[in-house]
C-alpha cells in the first residue's frame, strides 16, 4: 500500500512540475504582464510584457514594439527576465532529474541510491524554480499596485492593471514548488536495497569413485 501511495505521489508531483513549468514558459514570453486602457481611446488596449510592448485594437489588429534597450528597463522588469529564464532553465533541469528517478523507470533500477538522489535533486531544483518564478511576478504586481494607488499623479493619467500572465506566473510558481515538495517527499520511498544471502545448502551426496574408493565427507564442500 506505501509503495503505491508514494508511486501516486511522485505521477502527481511530476504532473503538477511540468504544467507549473509549461506555465512559467509562457508567462515569461507572453506581453501580458500589464494591461492599460486609455479612457481617451477606449479602442486601444495597451499590453506589456519583459520583452515587447503590444496595442490591440477594435478591429482585433495587434501591434507589437519590442522595448528599446535592456538598460533603459525598470529594475523589476530587468530582474524579471533574468530570474523568469533562470526559472525555465530551473525546471526543465529538475524534470529531466525527477523523471530518471522516478520508480516506473528502468533508468539506474539497479542504484536506488542514485535514483533516490535524482529524485531529491530534481524536487530540490524544482522548488527553486518555483521560487525565481514567484519573486518577479509578485515584485511586477507589487509595484503595479503602488503605482496605480499613487496620490502624487493626476487622476487623468491612464493606470496599468495586472495583466493575464501575472495571474498565470502566480499559479505556475505555486505548481512548480508542490511538484517539487511532492517528488522531494516522495524520494524516501526509493531506498537502498541490500542483496539477500545466498541460502546454505549442503553437498550433494558422495558419489562413489572408479576402483571401489568413495570420497570421504571431511573432503566435500558443505557449503556453496
Known sequence: MAGGWWAKAQGGGMLLALLGWISSCVTTFVPLWKNLNLDLNELEVWNMGLWQVCITQEEGVVECQAHGSFLALPPELRISRLLMCLSNGLGLLGCLLAALGLEGWR????????????????GVTLGMAGITTLVPVSWVAYNTVLDFWDETVPDIVPRWEFGEATFLGWFAGAFLAAGGLLLACSSRSTTT?????????RAPAAQGLP??????PKNADLVI
Open 107 to 122: 533508468t539506474c533500477e539497479d542504484k536506488p541510491g542514485r535514483k533516490r538522489r535524482l529524485l531529491l535533486g530534481g
Open 211 to 216: 576402483g571401489g574408493h568413495h570420497l570421504h
Open 193 to 201: 536495497a541490500t542483496p539477500l544471502a545466498r541460502p546454505c545448502r
